[in-house]
C-alpha cells in the first residue's frame, strides 16, 4: 500500500496524528529546556559584558515564548474548522468512524476484474438476496453515471444524485465488490447540501435560497444600523442639548435588557403591523444597535473639534459636517461596527425561526437547522453546509481585518 494510501484508513491517519504529536512534543521539550538553561545562565552569570549579550539573549527567548503561546492557540482554534472541512469531504462510513480520521477520507467501491466494470469506481444503491441461496447481489452504479438531475418525485420536481442513465444500473455479486479507503476531495457533500435542505409539494428550496434571504436581510439591516446609529452617535458625541448624558446612559441600561424578554413585544407589534413571514420582519427590529452606537460615540469624540470650527467657518451644517468628514474619518470603525452587525444579522437563529413560516422566507441559520433535523447522524453532510454558511464570514474578516484591528484599537482613545 503505497503511502497516500495509507493515510486514507483509519490507523494510517491516526498513526500519522500520533506520530507528529510526538515529535511536537519532542521539539518542545528540546526548545524549552534549551531555553531555560540560558536562562539560568544568564542569572547567575558574573556583571559584564557576557551577561549583557545574555540578556538579549534571553529576551528574545522570552518573545519566542510568546509568540509560542499564540501559536499553540492559534493551533487551538484552527483544529475545528480543520476538522469540518475535512468531514466535508468523507462519506457516511468515514465521517462517523469511532477511530479519527484526519483526512478527507472515503471508502471507494470498485467491481474486481471479469464482472463488466473493471476496477471501475461504483457507487453501491444496494444489497439483496438472490434466488441462490446464501448469495448476495449488489446493485451498482459507476460513479461517471451517478449524477445530480432535475427529478419528479411526489408531485413536486426536486434534485436528486440518480442513475443516468439509468441503464447503467448492474447487478453483480456482492463478494465481487471491493471497497477501500481513499483520499478523496470529491464535491458529492457540496452538492447534497446544497440541494437537499427542505422539500415540499411546493418544490425544492436550497441553499441558494437561504443565502439569498441572508444576504439581503444581512446587508439591508447592517446598512440601516450604520446610518440610524451614527446619526445618534454624533449626537452623544458633539451636540449640546439637555439631559445628553442622561439619555446616553438610558440606551446604554438597555444593554443589560435579554434580547429573549423583547421576542414576544417585537413579535406582536409586527402581528399588528402585518408584517410577520415578511423581509421587513427581518429587518426592522435590527435598525438600531445600541453597541453600535457607542462605538460610534467613541470613535467620534476622538475627532478633534477644529474640524467643526473649520467647517462652519466654510457655511457647513452639522449633517453635512458629519457625512462629508466625520464618516471619511471614522472608515475604521464604521468597518469593525458593520462587521459586528453583518455577523449578529448572518448568525440570528431564533428570531427568524419564531417570524418567517415560509420556506423561501428563511435564512441559512434556519436552513441549516432543517438540514440539521433532516440528515440526522450524516455528519459528512452537515458539515458541508456548515461550510457554506462560514464562507462569506471567513472571507469578509479575511479583506478587512486591518480595519477591524485599527477600528478597535482607536475607540475611546482622546
Request: charged share 15%.
Amino acid at each position: 500500500m503505497n503511502p497516500i494510501d495509507l493515510l486514507a484508513t483509519a490507523d494510517g491517519g491516526l498513526t500519522l496524528f500520533r506520530l507528529v504529536l510526538r515529535l511536537g512534543f519532542a521539539l518542545f521539550l528540546i526548545v524549552h529546556l534549551a531555553g531555560l538553561g540560558l536562562i539560568l545562565v544568564q542569572t547567575f552569570s558574573p556583571v559584564g559584558e557576557r551577561r549583557t549579550k545574555l540578556g538579549i539573549i534571553t529576551r528574545k527567548i522570552g518573545r519566542f515564548f510568546i509568540y509560542e503561546c499564540l501559536v499553540i492557540g492559534s493551533i487551538v482554534m484552527t483544529v475545528p474548522f480543520y476538522w469540518m472541512v475535512v468531514t466535508s469531504f468523507k462519506d457516511a462510513e468515514t465521517a462517523s468512524s469511532a477511530d479519527p480520521i484526519w483526512t478527507p477520507t472515503r471508502i471507494q467501491a470498485t467491481v474486481l476484474p471479469g464482472e463488466g466494470l473493471d476496477m471501475i469506481p461504483v457507487h453501491i444503491l444496494g444489497v439483496s438476496q438472490s434466488e441462490v441461496a446464501g448469495e448476495e447481489i449488489a446493485t451498482v452504479v459507476p460513479m461517471e453515471n451517478f449524477r445530480f438531475r432535475r427529478i419528479t418525485e411526489g408531485g413536486a420536481r426536486i434534485t436528486r444524485q440518480v442513475p443516468d442513465p439509468p441503464e447503467s444500473v448492474m447487478r453483480v455479486p456482492a463478494n465481487a465488490v471491493e471497497r477501500n479507503p481513499v483520499i478523496s476531495f470529491a464535491m458529492d457533500n457540496y452538492l447534497n447540501a446544497w440541494y437537499r435542505p427542505e422539500e415540499s409539494s411546493r418544490g425544492q428550496v436550497n441553499f441558494f435560497t437561504y443565502f439569498f434571504v441572508s444576504t439581503l436581510t444581512s446587508v439591508l439591516a447592517t446598512t440601516g444600523t450604520l446610518m440610524t446609529s451614527a446619526l445618534a452617535a454624533f449626537a452623544f458625541a458633539r451636540l449640546r442639548f439637555w439631559g445628553k448624558n442622561f439619555f446616553f446612559y438610558v440606551i446604554l441600561a438597555t444593554m443589560m435588557v435579554p434580547g429573549q424578554v423583547l421576542l414576544i413585544p417585537n413579535f406582536l407589534i409586527l402581528s399588528n403591523m402585518g408584517m410577520l413571514d415578511t423581509y421587513g420582519a427581518l429587518i426592522v427590529p435590527w435598525l438600531a444597535s445600541v453597541f453600535t452606537i457607542f462605538l460610534m460615540r467613541q470613535f467620534f469624540m476622538t475627532i478633534p473639534e477644529d474640524l467643526w470650527d473649520a467647517a462652519r467657518i466654510d457655511g457647513a451644517s452639522r449633517f453635512r459636517y458629519l457625512w462629508q468628514i466625520v464618516v471619511p474619518l471614522s472608515r475604521p470603525v464604521f468597518i469593525t461596527a458593520g462587521i459586528f452587525d453583518f455577523l449578529n444579522n448572518w448568525n440570528s437563529l431564533l428570531w427568524p425561526l419564531i417570524v418567517t413560516s415560509s420556506p423561501n422566507r428563511r435564512t441559512l441559520m434556519v436552513g441549516l437547522q432543517n438540514l440539521n433535523d433532516d440528515a440526522g447522524a450524516e455528519f459528512h453532510i452537515l458539515m458541508a453546509a456548515s461550510c457554506f454558511a462560514i464562507l462569506p464570514i471567513v472571507i469578509l474578516f479575511f479583506f478587512l481585518q486591518r480595519f477591524f484591528i485599527e477600528g478597535i484599537a482607536r475607540t475611546g482613545l482622546k
